[in-house]
Structure formats: structure tokens, C-alpha cells
């Protein structure tokens, strides 16, 4: 496996392509966006930002770092990326997108499983600075480019990607659109009914009925494969059983009482259950 860090970039103020100077990238226009210290760039304005510190916070990426870094979602991730690669051209890298990467743990797992023959492209983007700073810190190598933005204003050139991964994240179907190449992927991964059923019974007084699946394929896209991934793992250590609460939203939807029961446990056994839908960009 080769891996190169995909570049093509737009500024996410004018929409011009960004081209590679030194330790920057800029557009045309002037503008000029510096490489970190740690190899990352933010390519995201002020005017696409919701709080001055948008995103996933810096405890939040530890945690799940930690937690996905034990194991716990290597079932998820090793169907993910077959998706993914079974898209793959024949001449040319896969170019694909993590849109909402956390710290990477999905890129480096399809980096992992690609074959010896196979050549990536591929690009993290996510609106937390730390979420971001921390996958270009692990990414050694300099495999990816690793981008602060926003998946509803991808700073990506547009039909440039092979394949975008929307990992329990948020969708914006028209942008994914956008950047996808005419025949490619997008894979995404929804919570099912049973995800994480324990721990939501541990931490909330009851739970919510369960929310109808829909099938209906988004403008822009037929529908491809799809899959239900299922998997029980054992946390046998309450920092395990932490980390999972603090990497999920529901850290800030339990009340404080639901958070003290978790708080409590030394050993959880935790259902994952997920949807992997599949839509291609005829």
C-alpha cells in the first residue's frame, strides 16, 4: 500500500483552488493558509463557525482515541473499509475523505487493510481543531492531509474524490455530492437500535422508542450496498466505561445522577449496532 496526502483544495472564501507553497497553501486572491506545526491546516473561516470553539472538545478526542485505539470498533471499521476499497479505480489512487475524521481512526484503519497494490489519496476533515490536530500528530508518515473545515462547506475541489466516509456524523448530502466523482461512494454509518443499549440504560431513566429506519436515497445518489454490523465487547475497567460516555453526546444529554450510575461501574458489556448504507454518485 501507498498512500500520498490529497491536495486538491478550494478556499473556503472565493472557492478558488489552493496550490502548495513551502509550509502554506494559496489561492490566487492572496489568501494564505499556514501548515501547523503539526501538519494540519484550517480551512475553516470565522463565518462558518457556529462558537469560537466548534466541535468535539480536547477531552472528548483523548477519550476516543483511547477507546478506539483498544479495539472495541475494529469490527466497524474493517467493513467500512472494505466498502470503501471494493470502489477502488483500477489507475489511479483512491481518493477518499473522512468528512467528520475525529482523530482518524477510520483512515488509519483503511490504510491497515488496503493491500500492498493499492495506492490512497486521502484527506481528514473535521470542524474540531483537536479532533483534527490529533489525527495529524499520529499520522507519522504524513499519509493524509488533515484539514479543519466543515462538511457543509467542504474546501475540496469538486468531482475530485473517489469515496467520503460520514461516520456517525452528519450528512450534507448535495456537498458529498459535490466533491464525489461520477461513480463514487459514499459510506455511512448510523447507530442502530441497540448501539450502545446498555450503557443508555445505565445513564438515562428510560429510553426513547426507537426511530423508524428510512430507506429513502437522497438527491444525487442511488442506493448501493448496505449492511447491519453487530458486535458485543466487554469494558473491564471504568476508564474504559468513561471514555465511552465521554466520546458519545450522551455525556451531555444524561442528567447527573445517570452520569453518577456510569460513574459507579467497573465492567460493562455494550452492544455496538450499526447501519453501514452505501450510495453511489451515478
Not at 23 to 47: E, I, K, M, W
Not at 105 to 120: C, I, N
Not at 128 to 154: C, E, F, M, P, Y
Not at 201 to 206: A, G, K, L, R
Request: proline share 6%; aromatic share 6%; net charge negative.
Amino acid at each position: 500500500m501507498t498512500s500520498t496526502p490529497f491536495q486538491s483544495f478550494i478556499c473556503p472564501l472565493e472557492g478558488h483552488p489552493l496550490t502548495f507553497s513551502a509550509q502554506s497553501l494559496q489561492c490566487d486572491q492572496g489568501h494564505t493558509f499556514d501548515v501547523a506545526r503539526h501538519g494540519y491546516v484550517n480551512l475553516l473561516p470565522v463565518q462558518h463557525k457556529r462558537s469560537s470553539d466548534p466541535g468535539d472538545s480536547k477531552a472528548m478526542v483523548a477519550a476516543r482515541r483511547r477507546f478506539l485505539d483498544a479495539g472495541h470498533y475494529a469490527p466497524i471499521a474493517e467493513v467500512i473499509s472494505r466498502h470503501v476499497l471494493s470502489g477502488s479505480p483500477e489507475a489511479s489512487p483512491l481518493s477518499c475523505l473522512d468528512a467528520g475524521c475525529g482523530e482518524g481512526y477510520y483512515l488509519r484503519a483503511l490504510e491497515r487493510v488496503a493491500g500492498d497494490g493499492q495506492a490512497l489519496s486521502l484527506v481528514g476533515v473535521d470542524i474540531s481543531k483537536w479532533a483534527v490536530q490529533a489525527g495529524a500528530r499520529q499520522d507519522i508518515t504524513r499519509a493524509a492531509s488533515w484539514i479543519v473545515g466543515s462538511n457543509a462547506h467542504l474546501p475540496v475541489v469538486s468531482t475530485s474524490l473517489d469515496a467520503v466516509l460520514c461516520m456517525f456524523g452528519f450528512p450534507v448530502f448535495d456537498e458529498f455530492a459535490r466533491v464525489l466523482k461520477p461513480g463514487g461512494r459514499l459510506v455511512m454509518v448510523e447507530a442502530g437500535s441497540d448501539h450502545l443499549r446498555e450503557l443508555r440504560e445505565v445513564i438515562y431513566p428510560s429510553l426513547n422508542p426507537d426511530k423508524p429506519e428510512h430507506d429513502r436515497v437522497p438527491d444525487g445518489f442511488e442506493r448501493g450496498d448496505s449492511e447491519r454490523v453487530r458486535h458485543t465487547c466487554t469494558l473491564d475497567t471504568s476508564e474504559a466505561i468513561s471514555d465511552l460516555l465521554t466520546m458519545t453526546p450522551h455525556l451531555y444529554r444524561a442528567t447527573a445522577e445517570g452520569r453518577a450510575r456510569a460513574a459507579a461501574l467497573t465492567s460493562l458489556e455494550v452492544t455496538l449496532d450499526v447501519r453501514v448504507t452505501v450510495l453511489i454518485k451515478p
